[in-house]
Structure formats: structure tokens, C-alpha cells
């Protein structure tokens, strides 16, 4: 019934440990190391190589995607690459790559009683992949072939689209998966190369979710790290968006609705203004949630929410028959909270909102592992992951109105769809548009 | 699995009716209207989870109601006696920090709140109004069926849903909105109160419906709490799945292929669609149907070397959905494009070898039930996903089975899973279909060797 769009929604992620033993880290070898144990039978683990995006340039964008494909793909030394996965079928685990705008990820997640099979799989990819030349055509292809299938995706199309255009000539712009043109260029020995690059202490952290002893992490992973390079000194850039005017893109596409996306500013994830930003970030989606579906029956999906990765932005988006209308509700609605500030009452709501999703994303060590490695990343500081409801407490309905107030102004639109049924001048104009007087939205 | 049984203080709330088998934790009561309660105690979080599922969905829904079942579970959330608009709901739904949502899928409607413990009769009190005491106002409706056909259209955007479609009307023939939650854009968009009302009376009753409530709860107080507000909910004289009987599907009479053009599809797709076990009749089809399924996914099977070792696919999956009125078997195929003819020619070589003495080993029958035992911890692991777990399983087939399916996967022998195949795929009529664009249609021309 109620649209949840998490595909390409970094929503502000929290936990809570509601465990016995306590969360804690340590450092090995120059790499932290953070563990929570977790009381239940499975283990999750992450290596984090942080950068993401800010990596490479635009015209090698999906190396490291590939490259952390090839890890669990192409076999390694030990293993060819149906060896590797027939000993991870064998215990039905996972042992998985992944590459985002802010960093990339090696992942294991097993029963706990299999670890001790599983560790030295996960050991062998991240330290002696084989890069098999035929394993690494294969991959290739499916690379691009998964290419093809995002951008008959209609909001996976409608996301690199609005990335593109929002955010050229910055980091954002670039896509973690590729282009299919800079993939067929990629040789295997460019993207060898690469990973060993990539692969520094510098760059890394990881975090355990699982009740595995301290002695027993510290041995393996000394014995893990010992193997990887120090490399030069690392942090992650931070940027801003902040659309100086309103400007709108389409492109049309036979979609059976329209498809829309606008951009806006938001704040950094390590300053003082991302609490407020949490929280008028859901409170917005509630209240655009209810302007768009409930009193004007414009759309099944109406969303609006904050991300706060490396390069923090706002989003509007809304799948619709009636672009015009659905633009002039939401910018009403933008200027109708901009002028009366968010309510104490909501404001209050949200907070305890805040501790249900704070518990409900503490319910599998798999999400757990994200939030602290999300937290890690983003705030610097995996602890967030376990305060949130302090953190939040101070927060006063002034505070969340200020934030919304300063960072949600221009928005860089974009659009796939039948565009003979929109005004483009809607979405740019300075002034806001009526709503249709005989369709009232207030 | 073992059996588990209530602990006395517990029992002593209970009726006398009999007790279904359920696992470690869960408990169950049924009150004197019909309505079944199983609560689950889990206290890994300081939450409660509260779910009502009914007997509903598209296998209840003949041409004039397809796609009713999904647009009632919409108007739950609109408007009742004590929260007059949905403004108000949804302003309720803040007071409780609640995470909520609704499905409708062919064989149940589900509705579900997540919320902190504390909030456990608070939002009891809020699912009864719901459910029971909905209010349907034409001008809701006018606002909520453009919200629902844009639901529709959202799916229609997308090239997969548009390959599910066309092929599920050929694998169902006359009966295809008893296989299709989406429904109709007419019927959705001429709905009116009086239909809601009928929906209501025929099936949100309950004795066709089922309350679980999960997570951070004592037992004994969550059933008093249920048999309090729930207690005086009017049962249907009759039971609806007695009432009113699904019509039998017909089996597919023969095999049939289409490639249909979408500017959308960036690659191709191909869908293969068998009708296979239910519940009613193939319990241990069912079963054998997921564990097949399951050994085709293993890095070693034939299906994968042949598939996607090979490079003919990016991905290649065999499903079965269980269900309590025939379930579809789907063989998903994503070819590369280059490779097409290659790949769908392969595919056909293996579903004719999937009945063969040697299609799987018996290391590989071994190696999907260890996985599978492995795949039963990690279903636990969730505590507010237990819920919907549950009802699923109520709907589609009943609570021993739910309870009893793992046990029972790991009995099923190789000759089960060729009795499963060899009744329902090897030799079996089929429905193929392709989605593709106009410009890979053209180069690649797949309708000279995709046909019967």
C-alpha cells in the first residue's frame, strides 16, 4: 500500500544494541576494527575500502565495481572460480562484492558455526584473487548486460539521469556501476592493477556483527592485515550541492506514467545541522506523502527525503499522470512548511518514529553491519549508530524549520516520460504555481 | 523441527479447539467468533509487531472485482469510525512511532504495524477500527483509485511486470484475475463504496482471518488484550472459502510462445511458465518443488554450469510459488542478448534433462537441504518479519505446514523431485514468452527459433 522506495533512498540509518555485550572497537595493524556482538547465529562481516566515486575518473567509472565483481567471481590462487563458490555452496554462505558512491565493500555473511570454513575463502579473495582471463570476460558481460537491464528499470533510468545531470562535473556524477562503453574498454591487468591500488590499510575498516571472541578476531585479522599495504593517508572528501536556479531535463520514454525527480541541498552528515536534517527529512516525506496521494490523488509514490553521503542532497520524487499539478502541490507545500516551520507536535512524533526504526534496523546483523559501517563512514563516528535517541532528544521544532528553511531551495529536475503532458516553466520559474484553483490542495 | 507445546499459564487462556503444531515461542488461540490469535514471543528488540492477514486477495476476484482486493487494502488506511480521515490515520500512525504497510498478493491481504513495545493495546485498538469499522466515502475513493491504477502503471512501466502479464493471461486463460492482484484499470477505476461493502461482509470476518502478534510481548497479556478488543467481532454464519468456492483452474492445453516489443526492454527477458503442485492436492510437490529449486541454484547444478558459467546468461532462476490454488512454476532468464539463441537453446536442453536419473547428484540433494537448514536460521533472525511469515504461510497452506516444512524438506528423496518434475514440466504444456525491443528484435530476430 505505502510506496517505500529504498533502491536508491540512502535513508538515515541508526541502531540500537539491544544485545548484552556491548559494541566496541580496536585497532589492528593501523585498521580499526569494529565488533558487535549480536546473541543470535549468524555472522556478518565488512570490509569497507572507502572513496567510492572519488576514486577514479569518469571514464574508468566501474572499475572498482568490477573489480570487487572479480574478487568472488574469478576465483583466487586456491580456488578457481567453481571451487571458491561450490565450498560457499557448501555451507550456504555468501561472500559478496559491492561498490557505492562513498565506498566499497566486502561482504561474508555465514552461520556462525561455519565461520571457521568460510574466514579463509573470504581471506583468499580479498588477498590473492586470480582474476581469471575468462572468468573476467564473463563478468564483463554481465556487467554491461546488467547495464541494459538498470536502464529498463524505469527508476533505476530515472535516478542515473537525475545523478547526471544534478551533479556534472562532480564526483556524483559518476557511477560506481559504469558506462557499457567504459566497461568494454576495461582490460583485466587495468583492473588488476586497480584493486591493488585500492587495497591499502589506509583505506580500510571493517566492522563484525556476530558473537565471535575478541582473541580470535585479533589473530585472524593481524594476520589478515599484515598482508595488505599501509598506502598514503586517506579521507574522504565532502561536497556540496546547492542548484543555483531551478532548471528542468526530460527525456521521453514510453512509460505508462511519468517519472520525476528534483535535487536540492541538504547538509553534511558530521555537522550540527544533520539531526534536525534526520528529522525534517521524514516529516517532509509525511507531509508530501499526504498533499500528493491523500488529499490530491496524484500519485501511488510520492516521496522526499535527505541523503547524506559524502555529497549530501534533498529529493523530490513522484511518479504521476499530472505533472503540472503534482509540481504546483509540492512547491506549495515547500513554501507552506517554510512559512509555518514544522509543528512541535510532529516534531515529537518523529522522534519516537526514530526509536522504532532505530530497533527495527537492529533486527538482522546484516542491516546492523551497514548502519555502523554507514555511520563510520558518513559521521565519522560508528558510535552514532547506538545514540540516536540522545542525539535527537535536544533537537527543538525551530531547529528542524531552520535546516529545512536553509537547504531545500532550487531544485535541478528531471523527467522521463510523455512530454507532451508537461510545462517545464512549472518546475523553473522563481514564483511557485497556483494549484489549479477547481483541485484544491490545502 | 520439534514439537513445542504452551506452557501451562499460557494453555489455560486457551479454547478448547484443536491445536495446530507450531514452533518453539509461538502460541496460538482461537477466540469464539473464529478469529485465530498466535502470538510470538521474541525479545531481541524492544518491539511489537501486530499483523491481521485475511483470506483474500485475486483468487477471490472474478472479472467485475479484479483488482478490488488491492484497492480495499487501500481504503484500510483511509478513514473509520474513530479516525474519520486519513489525515487523522496517518497522524495516529506518528503518535505510535509506527512502521506500517498493507499487501495484496493472489492468496492474502495483509495489513502490519511495527511500533515500541509499549504501544502493544494502543495500537490493537487502532488495527480493530481499521478493520472492522472502515468508512467509505465516494470522494475517498475518487481520490485513492488514480493512487492504485498508478500502482498499476508504475508496473506497466516496468519491462519484467509487462512479461509477467502477458504471460500469466495465457497460463490462466479465463481465470487470469484470479492470478492478478493489479486487476483491471476499468474495474479500478469505476469501484464504488457499495463493492468495498461487499468485499467487507464476505470476507473481513473473523473466522477468515488471523491475528498474529509478535515480538517483545507477554503472551498472556497480548491474548487477553486480543480476546478484549477482538472478542466481539461478528463471525460470517458460514465459512467464506466454503461460501464461496474458486472455480478449478484448467490446465494449460498447449504450448504457447509470443515475443512481445517494449521500447523500454534495454535487454531481453524470457519467462517460462508451467502450472505446478498446490497445497490442496500435491503437499509434498510443494516441497520437493522448492528443494529442486533450490539445487538449481547451487554453483555446481547443471542448470548454472550450463547457464551461467557458460556466459549464455546474466541470470537464471527456477521458482516455484507454493500456493493453495495451483502454483506457477517460472523458469527467468536474462540471455545476453549476443548469445540469445544460444542460451534459450540450452535452456530448452536442460528443462528436457531436469526429469533425468543424473540431473543432480545425490552430494547436491545433501548440499540444498544443509542449505536449507541454514536458510530456516536466517528466516528467524528478523522478529517483525515473523508475522508475515506466518500468515503467508496460513493463507497458501496451513500452520502445519508451516511448522512442519523444514522437517519435511529434509525427507524429500531424489524421487520425489522426479515425480515433481516429470508431473508437472517435462513434457508439460508451457507458456514462453520474450520481451525485447524493436531494434534487438530486428538484429537478433529471435521469432525464427523462439516458437513452438
Avoid at chain 2, 529442486?292 to 547444478?301: H, R
Amino acid at each position: 500500500m505505502k510506496n517505500i522506495i529504498i533502491c536508491f533512498c540512502l535513508l538515515m540509518v541508526f541502531a540500537a544494541n539491544a544485545q548484552d555485550k556491548k559494541a566496541y572497537d580496536m585497532t589492528i595493524n593501523g585498521v580499526k576494527v569494529i565488533v558487535v556482538p549480536s546473541g543470535n547465529e549468524i555472522v556478518q562481516m565488512a570490509l569497507v575500502i572507502k572513496g567510492g566515486v572519488q576514486n577514479y575518473p569518469a571514464n574508468k567509472a566501474g572499475i572498482e565495481r568490477l573489480a570487487m565483481t572479480a574478487l568472488t567471481e574469478c576465483g583466487t590462487l586456491k580456488d578457481d572460480k567453481n571451487n571458491f563458490k561450490d565450498k560457499l555452496d557448501e555451507v550456504d554462505a555468501k561472500v559478496y562484492g559491492s561498490a557505492g558512491k562513498d565506498a566499497s565493500y566486502l561482504q561474508l555473511n555465514c552461520i556462525k558455526s561455519d565461520f571457521e570454513k568460510v574466514w579463509p575463502l573470504y581471506v583468499d579473495a580479498l588477498l590473492t584473487p586470480r582474476f581469471d582471463a575468462k572468468e573476467f570476460a564473463r563478468i564483463k558481460e554481465e556487467a554491461i548486460n546488467s547495464l541494459r537491464s538498470m536502464e529498463s528499470n524505469p527508476d533505476a533510468s530515472l535516478q542515473r539521469m537525475a545523478m547526471q545531470v544534478a551533479f556534472k562535473g562532480m564526483d556524483y556524477a559518476k557511477f560506481s556501476s559504469g558506462t557499457i562503453e567504459n566497461i568494454q574498454k576495461l582490460t583485466l591487468q587495468e583492473t588488476k592493477d586497480y584493486y591493488k591500488s585500492l587495497l591499502t590499510r589506509s583505506r580500510i575498516f571493517m566492522v563484525l556483527v556476530g558473537d565471535i571472541s575478541k582473541e580470535d578476531l585479533q589473530k585472524k585479522i593481524t594476520a589478515l592485515t599484515t598482508k595488505i599495504p599501509q598506502g598514503k593517508p586517506f579521507a574522504l572528501k565532502r561536497a556540496s550541492y546547492v542548484p543555483q536556479t531551478n532548471s528542468f531535463v526530460a527525456k521521453p520514454k514510453e512509460n505508462a506514467t511519468n517519472y520525476i525527480m528534483g535535487i536540492s541541498a541538504a547538509p553534511q552528515a558530521n555537522s550540527k545541522e544533520y539531526y534536525p536534517a534526520a528529522l525534517a527529512s521524514e516529516m517532509f516525506y509525511n507531509k508530501m506523502f499526504l498533499e500528493v496521494r491523500t488529499n490530491n490523488g496524484l500519485s501511488y509514490a510520492p516521496a522526499a527525503y535527505m541523503t547524506f553521503g559524502a555529497t549530501p542532497y534533498s529529493v523530490m520524487y513522484v511518479t504521476t499522470k499530472d505533472p503540472d499539478k503534482y509540481v504546483a502541490v509540492a512547491r506549495n507545500l515547500v513554501d507552506k512548511i517554510k512559512k509555518d516551520g514544522f509543528p512541535a507536535d510532529d516534531v515529537k512524533n518523529m522522534k519516537n518514529t526514530y526509536a522504532t526504526y532505530q530497533y527495527y534496523d537492529n533486527e538482522t546483523n546484516a542491516s546492523l553491519c551497514y548502519v555502523v559501517a554507514n555511520n563510520e563512514l558518513s559521521q565519522g563516528d560508528w558510535h552514532k549508530a547506538f545514540t540516536l535517541k540522545e542525539d535527537l532528544q535536544p533537537v527543538t521544532p525551530s531547529d528542524v524549520s531552520k535546516v529545512f528553511n536553509k537547504y531545500v531551495g532550487n531544485f535541478t529536475w528531471v523527467y522521463q516520460g510523455d512530454t507532451t503532458k508537461v510545462t517545464p516553466k512549472l518546475f523553473t520559474q522563481k514564483e511557485t504555481p497556483p494549484v489549479p484553483k477547481d483541485k484544491k490542495a490545502f | 523441527m520439534k514439537r513445542f507445546f504452551l506452557s501451562l499459564a499460557v494453555a489455560a487462556v486457551l479454547s478448547s479447539a484443536a491445536q495446530p503444531r507450531l514452533p518453539k515461542d509461538y502460541y496460538w488461540q482461537k477466540l469464539a467468533n473464529g478469529l485465530q490469535v498466535v502470538v510470538i514471543e521474541n525479545h531481541k528488540v524492544p518491539l511489537a509487531t501486530i499483523e491481521i492477514a485475511v483470506k483474500n486477495g485475486a483468487y477471490t476476484e472474478g472479472p467485475e472485482y479484479s483488482g478490488l482486493s488491492h484497492l480495499f487494502e487501500h481504503m484500510f488506511f483511509k478513514a473509520n469510525k474513530d479516525y474519520p480521515d486519513q489525515e487523522k490515520f496517518l497522524k495516529r500512525t506518528q503518535e505510535l512511532g509506527a512502521i506500517w504497510n498493507g499487501t495484496t498478493g493472489t492468496e492474502r491481504v495483509n495489513y502490519f504495524f511495527t511500533f515500541d513495545r509499549d504501544s502493544l493495546l494502543g495500537g490493537l485498538k487502532f488495527m480493530n477500527a481499521a478493520i472492522r469499522y472502515p468508512i467509505y466515502r465516494e470522494e475517498d475513493m475518487q481520490k485513492e483509485r488514480p493512487v492504485v491504477d498508478g500502482e498499476f502503471q508504475r508496473g506497466e512501466s516496468d519491462p519484467g511486470f509487462q512479461l509477467w502479464i502477458e504471460s500469466n493471461k495465457k497460463v490462466w486463460g479465463d481465470l487470469f484475475t484470479r492470478k492478478n492482484p493489479i486487476g483491471d484499470h476499468d474495474i479500478i477505476n469505476t469501484a464504488t463504496p457499495e463493492k468495498m461493502m461487499v468485499i467487507k461482509d464476505k470476507y473481513y470476518v473473523p473466522n477468515n482471518s488471523l491475528l498474529v502478534i509478535c515480538g517483545d510481548v507477554n503472551p498472556q497479556q497480548a491474548f487477553t488484550y486480543a480476546k478484549n478488543i477482538f472478542g466481539d467481532w461478528k463471525p460470517a454464519d458460514a465459512d467464506p472459502q466454503v461460501k464461496y468456492p474458486v472455480p478449478d483452474f484448467q490446465p494449460i492445453s498447449k504450448t504457447d510462445y509470443f515475443i512481445k516489443e517494449s521500447s523500454i526492454a534495454q535487454t531481453p527477458m524470457i519467462m517460462l511458465t508451467w502450472q505446478g503442485p498446490d497445497f490442496r492436492s500435491d503437499s509434498v510437490g510443494t516441497i520437493a518443488a522448492d528443494v529442486f529449486s533450490k539445487i538449481l541454484s547451487l554453483n555446481s547444478s547443471k542448470w548454472q554450469q550450463a547457464l551461467i558459467d557458460k556466459g549464455l546468461a546474466t541470470s537464471a532462476s527456477v521458482s516455484y510459488q507454493t500456493s493453495k490454488y495451483v502454483g506457477p512454476i517460472e523458469i527467468n532468464i536474462m540471455p545476453v542478448p549476443e548469445k540469445m539463441k544460444e542460451c534459450y537453446q540450452e535452456v530448452m536442453n536442460q528443462v528436457s534433462q531436469f526429469g533425468n536419473d543424473d540431473y543432480f547428484t545425490d552430494a547436491e540433494l545433501t548440499k540444498a537441504k544443509e542449505g536449507l537448514k541454514r536458510q530456516q536460521i536466517r528466516q528467524s533472525e528478523k522478529p517483525s518479519s515473523l508475522a508475515s511469515q506466518l500468515t503467508f504461510w496460513w493463507c497458501a497452506t496451513s500452520l502445519d505446514y508451516f511448522t512442519d516444512y523444514f522437517p519435511a524438506m529434509n525427507k524429500v528423496t531424489k524421487q520425489d523431485i522426479q515425480n515433481y518434475v516429470t508431473k508437472y514440466i517435462v513434457g508439460k504444456p508451457y507458456v514462453a514468452g520474450m520481451i525485447i525491443n524493436a531494434q534487438m528484435n530486428k538484429q537478433y530476430n529471435p521469432g525464427e527459433y523462439f516458437k513452438n
